[in-house]
T-cell receptor
Framework: NAGVTQTPKFQVLKTGQSMTLQCAQD?????MYWYRQDPGMGLRLIYY???????DKGEVPNGYNVSRLNKREFSLRLESAAPSQTSVYFC????????????FGPGTRLTVT | QKEVEQNSGPLSVPEGAIASLNCTYS??????FFWYRQYSGKSPELIMS????GDKEDGRFTAQLNKASQYVSLLIRDSQPSDSATYLC?????????????FGTGTQLKVEL
């Protein structure tokens, strides 16, 4: 039982490049989330998916797109990376016995130069 | 006004002492409250959840909730150096907010030998 997994762990991009961050959970959770964490700013919600087939914007969605591929997988895409997107990205899922408890993946550290 | 506020710290306590971490929230309709522990370079880990007024104990951890005053706290008894981490408070707001959580920016705890 791996919980929430994310790939890659680290990534360096040049401005304007694109990439997709992958997230998968094996806890049969309905809801999945993407956050970014910056020093002094805390965790900020980028996008979330309350259930398979639905996605909604969070607090900071600009510059990102998401796909809920199936119940297990939720990907985050940066179409044209900018230095302001340098951050640590966390995926989380919820929907177990206690609906609102969220469980986090190990994170992706992204640097955009 | 931030929705979830925490003192950033650092809060320094000697080994064996009680550490008290506080969090206030602005949405009076908030229903569910969580404490996460985050070690440097790692992802947030859920350590406590509380849903009703009063105290909830789990080992050395006690969560306290006072909805009338809109605060939630975490007490760590017999603090150990391994408790040194950043502690994040998270709040689930009204049912219309779905399963989303709003996080505070965290309090850094240092347990000194």
């Amino acid at each position: 039982n791996a919980g929430v997994t994310q790939t890659p762990k680290f990534q360096v991009l040049k401005t304007g490049q694109s990439m997709t961050l992958q997230c998968a959970q094996d806890m049969n959770h309905n809801s999945m989330y993407w956050y970014r964490q910056d020093p002094g700013m805390g965790l900020r919600l980028i996008y979330y998916s309350a259930s398979e087939g639905t996605t909604d914007k969070g607090e900071v969605p600009n510059g990102y797109n998401v796909s809920r591929l199936n119940k297990r997988e939720f990907s985050l895409r940066l179409e044209s990376a900018a230095p302001s997107q340098t951050s640590v990205y966390f995926c989380a899922s919820s929907g177990g016995t206690v609906a609102y408890e969220q469980y986090f993946g190990p994170g992706t550290r992204l640097t955009v130069t | 006004q931030k929705e979830v506020e925490q003192n950033s710290g650092p809060l320094s306590v000697p080994e064996g002492a009680i550490a008290s971490l506080n969090c206030t929230y602005s949405d009076r309709g908030s229903q569910s409250f969580f404490w996460y522990r985050q070690y440097s370079g790692k992802s947030p880990e859920l350590i406590m959840s509380i849903y009703s007024n009063g105290d909830k104990e789990d080992g050395r951890f006690t969560a306290q909730l006072n909805k009338a005053s809109q605060y939630v706290s975490l007490l760590i008894r017999d603090s150990q150096p391994s408790d040194s981490a950043t502690y994040l408070c998270a709040v689930n707001s009204r049912p219309g907010g779905g399963n989303k959580l709003t996080f505070g920016t965290g309090t850094q705890l240092k347990v000194e030998l």
